[in-house]
């Protein structure tokens, strides 16, 4: 499972680097930050602690990111169109 997650963080990082499905790159970035946020994060409550064994804010500041860059994806797409 970490193998997968490493390989989708790698491509979805350089795509958005590179500009290209940056709609598609942020949302699997979003189902990994959902996916760590509900499993790993949220038991250990809102602040990250020493050494990265935390909580929730820096996963959710990742979250809500990607979408954003998601949004202004759509949005320039949409300009485009017109």
């Given at each position: 499972?970490?193998?997968?997650?490493?390989?989708?963080?790698?491509?979805?990082?350089?795509?958005?680097?590179?500009?290209?499905?940056?709609?598609?790159?942020?949302?699997?970035?979003?189902?990994?930050?959902?996916?760590?946020?509900?499993?790993?994060h949220a038991a250990k409550g809102w602040f990250?602690?020493?050494?990265?064994?935390?909580?929730?804010?820096?996963?959710?500041?990742?979250?809500?990111?990607?979408?954003?860059?998601?949004a202004s994806a759509s949005r320039r797409a949409e300009a485009r169109?017109?």
């Amino acid at each position: 499972m970490v193998w997968a997650i490493n390989a989708v963080e790698i491509v979805c990082g350089s795509l958005l680097i590179a500009g290209k499905y940056t709609r598609r790159a942020a949302a699997g970035l979003m189902v990994i930050c959902a996916g760590g946020i509900v499993i790993v994060h949220a038991a250990k409550g809102w602040f990250v602690g020493e050494h990265g064994a935390g909580g929730v804010e820096y996963s959710i500041v990742l979250f809500f990111a990607c979408v954003v860059i998601a949004a202004s994806a759509s949005r320039r797409a949409e300009a485009r169109l017109v």
